[in-house]
């Protein structure tokens, strides 16, 4: 468990000279509106698109894969879209990380908390049921204000970005536990504690079962939700942030406990959970994270890519 970033002067080296050169930028962006910051962030966006063509034929492939029917010229609206709010979310992850308190809260709306809070209260973990929308880190930051917990995540490859991205987690969480640490997050969720978890991307052949995702019938998921609230003995609470339509806040919504989850079939249990993230990313499809390869993984080695 991570409950400090630790900094080391090998991160003043001059490989990292680079990376700081844009910290200190993105550092000078909090002095703006977060309007005008948006604005940046839809036209560094449209810039991307022009020079990231692999990410934008992998967004692409994810929409007519999970909506067939969708005419091209709604998915290239979308896509548009799409990129824009990836650039957005560059300054999402800043004010994440660097906004205080009181400027969090003059930019935030909460619903459902009171679920949250009786969860904990019957001696019950709670498992925050997430998916990979774009403002995620400031959906974190957003409930750390009433409830700080604990996050799961994937430590960076990077040792700067290591330490900016635990240093910045830490203002809405208690700690974060590697995304491999199952004993940890168990223990934390029996404390009780609150934890994020995310099942919409395709974490490889080892730990997935094939199920249906939209409208690809053979989709790689995998079926931690069942394993953490039997074994951390936690409810599953669905959880929603977007950025608001005219980009002047966020809104976060949590649901009420699933009933009868776990229930006696993990893959039932998953199925339900595909259903339940694909009702949260239709509520706002512009902001999902469409640029991941979430079906790279077939059911049988040499099933052809649908990338191709």
Not at 57 to 62: L, V
Not at 117 to 140: D, K, R, S, Y
Not at 252 to 267: K, R, T, W, Y
Request: charged share 25%; with cysteine.
């Amino acid at each position: 468990m991570v409950e400090k970033a630790q900094f080391s002067s090998h991160l003043y080296h001059p490989k990292y000279w680079l990376l700081w050169l844009g910290v200190g930028f993105m550092r000078l962006t909090q002095m703006l509106p977060l309007a005008i910051q948006m604005k940046l962030g839809a036209g560094l966006g449209r810039l991307a698109m022009k020079l990231v063509g692999s990410r934008v034929k992998t967004a692409r492939r994810n929409l007519e894969l999970c909506f067939p029917d969708m005419p091209d010229s709604e998915i290239r609206q979308l896509l548009k879209q799409n990129f824009e709010e990836t650039g957005k979310a560059v300054f999402d992850t800043a004010n994440a990380w660097w906004w205080s308190d009181e400027k969090i809260q003059k930019h935030m709306t909460i619903k459902g908390k009171e679920h949250v809070e009786q969860t904990l209260a019957n001696g019950q973990g709670v498992i925050l049921f997430a998916v990979h929308c774009l403002p995620l880190e400031m959906g974190a930051r957003i409930f750390g204000q009433f409830q700080p917990g604990v996050g799961v995540y994937r430590p960076h490859n990077n040792p700067l970005m290591e330490y900016l991205q635990v240093k910045g987690r830490l203002r809405s969480n208690k700690a974060l536990v590697p995304k491999r640490d199952l004993r940890q997050m168990v223990r934390s969720l029996r404390e009780p504690n609150v934890i994020w978890y995310t099942a919409d991307q395709d974490f490889g052949r080892s730990s997935a079962i094939f199920i249906p995702f939209f409208n690809v019938p053979e989709a790689a998921t995998i079926t931690g939700a069942t394993t953490l609230a039997k074994l951390g003995k936690a409810k599953v609470l669905p959880f929603f942030v977007e950025r608001n339509s005219d980009d002047s806040g966020y809104n976060i919504e949590i649901q009420p406990a699933l009933d009868n989850f776990p229930g006696e079939n993990e893959v039932e249990d998953a199925k339900r959970g595909n259903k339940i993230i694909e009702q949260t990313i239709s509520r706002n499809m512009s902001q999902y994270m469409w640029l991941h390869r979430r079906f790279k993984t077939r059911p049988n080695k040499g099933d052809a890519s649908l990338y191709r």
